[in-house]
C-alpha cells in the first residue's frame, strides 16, 4: 500500500512541477514581449548605417577576390612612389649612359688630336672631322672638343660621371659603420 502512495506522490509533484513551469514560461514570454524602446542595450547594436558600411565592404570584398589582373607587369611596381634602392640604381645609370659626355683628349706631338665620347653606355674614339651623336667634330683642344650640328657651334668640356646619389653609395665611411660585437 505504500508504494501506491509514493506513486500518487510522483504524478501529483511531476504534475505540480509542469503547471509551475508553464506559469514561468508565461510570464517570461510576456517579459519578453514587453522589451522597452529605450533598452540599455541599444549602443551595442548595430545601426542601419553601420550595417550598410559593413556590407559594402564585404561587397568590396568577393569583387576584389573576383578580378582577374590582365597586364603582364605587376601592378604594384608601376609609378612608384616610393623608389627602393635598386630602382634608384636604375634611374642613375640611365641617366649617365644617356648622357653625350666628353671623357677625355688626347693631344699628341705628332699624329690626329682624338677625344673619347662617352653615350648610351659605350665609350668611343674621335678624329677631327668624324660625325658622332650630335653632329661633326670640328676640333680638339685640351679639355674640349668643338662641333657643328645643324650648321650652330657647340663646345663640349670634359665631365666626370656625376656621383651617385647617397641612397645608393656604396662607400660607406668609418662614421657610418656598424660593428656587431
Known sequence: ???????????????????????????LYNNVKEIKKESKYKEIALGEQLLNQIQNIENSIQDRKQFVFTITKDPLEQHLIVRTQK?????????????????????????????????GGKTEIYKIGDKFENGEIVDIREGEITYAYHGKIGILKIQQIPPKPVEISDKKSKKHREYNW
Open 87 to 119: 630602382d634608384l640604381e636604375k634611374q642613375w645609370r640611365e641617366k649617365v649612359e644617356n648622357m653625350i659626355r666628353l671623357e677625355s683628349t688626347i693631344i699628341p706631338e705628332n699624329g690626329p688630336k682624338m677625344a673619347a665620347i662617352a653615350y
Open 1 to 27: 500500500m505504500e508504494q501506491k502512495y509514493i506513486k500518487d506522490f510522483v504524478i501529483a509533484l511531476v504534475v505540480i512541477l509542469l503547471i509551475s513551469f508553464g506559469i514561468k514560461d508565461y510570464y
